[in-house]
């Protein structure tokens, strides 16, 4: 596997496969690499003839209250599972410029209402930063496939998105998420949850699918949410949201027979959780 640190000698890399007709899968990562993340680059495989990874961890994603200098950083680890994997470059830029020396041609780029719902109103800015560095890797890169999880679906809808408008031939695909066996859907943030709160963790999972039971008897939104919410708030869990809606994250009506989503954010001990569950 190749590492590369600047932006010039990645994008004279890229421009080699490029030459050779190489199919390009591209794998966008923060780091502190799991299985969640590893699922995404064997998807890739699949699609692809050459796997990039990035690991990039975006100040522009981060909150003046989040957790920039806390995200944990395991860039050893994270290279042996990468070469574990045959991947066949990682983009590892050891400098904010190298990504971003062009911030100021960005500042039209933004997510839009639908941004700053659900996460993007708790974490305020937050989908406009993703969506500069998704952008700026995906010019940099210009890759035929790139893979995102479903756990993060509010991201994947509004990348799709933008992608739609910037980057028509990038094909994005959807990998689902993947779940401890107590269900927990993997994240870098469970590395946070210290002993009490990793053995409740795995009830929101269960409590969220009890939700959506719940809903086949029960024609109320509000009355699920709110059932759904008790239910969390028993269990030490702070809600942030919990919300039904349609795949399009439009409000939905509760006799639709469309594909339905229901996603939602809690603390846990001072930890950040996100999950969402899709059912027709
Ligand atoms: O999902 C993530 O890890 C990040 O938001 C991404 C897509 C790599 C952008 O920094």
Do not use: W
Request: proline share 4%; hydrophobic share 40%.
């Amino acid at each position: 596997m190749i590492i590369l640190n600047t932006k010039q000698d990645y994008k004279n890399h890229i421009n080699l496969l490029k030459s050779k007709g190489e199919i390009i899968g591209f794998v966008p990562t923060m780091g502190n690499l799991h299985d969640g993340h590893l699922s995404l680059i064997e998807i890739a495989k699949k699609n692809s003839s050459k796997i990039i990874v990035s690991i990039f961890v975006n100040p522009l994603q981060f909150g003046k209250n989040d957790d920039f200098n806390k995200y944990p950083r395991t860039f050893n680890r994270d290279v042996s599972k990468l070469k574990d994997l045959n991947c066949d470059i990682l983009f590892a830029p050891n400098d904010t410029y190298e990504v971003f020396d062009e911030i100021d041609n960005l500042k039209y780029l933004k997510a839009g209402p639908k941004g700053n719902i659900l996460c993007g109103k708790l974490r305020p800015g937050h989908f406009d930063g993703v969506l500069k560095v998704v952008y700026t890797l995906f010019k940099l890169t210009e890759p035929d496939v790139s893979i995102f999880g479903l756990k993060d679906f509010q991201q994947l809808y509004l990348v799709k998105k933008m992608a739609r408008k910037y980057f028509p031939n990038i094909d994005i695909i959807s990998a689902p998420t993947i779940r401890a066996k107590n269900g927990l859907a993997l994240s870098s943030r469970n590395s946070y949850l210290d002993k009490t709160s990793i053995k409740i963790a795995p009830l929101f999972y269960k409590i969220l699918l009890e939700g959506i039971n719940n809903l086949k008897h029960s024609t109320s939104i509000e009355q699920t949410t709110n059932k759904i919410i008790n239910s969390l708030e028993k269990n030490k869990f702070l809600v942030n949201y919990v919300s039904l809606l349609t795949i399009d994250l439009e409000k939905l009506n509760p006799n639709s027979s469309d594909k339905k989503i229901l996603l939602s954010s809690v603390n846990l001990g001072g930890t950040r959780l996100i999950d969402n569950i899709e059912f027709s």
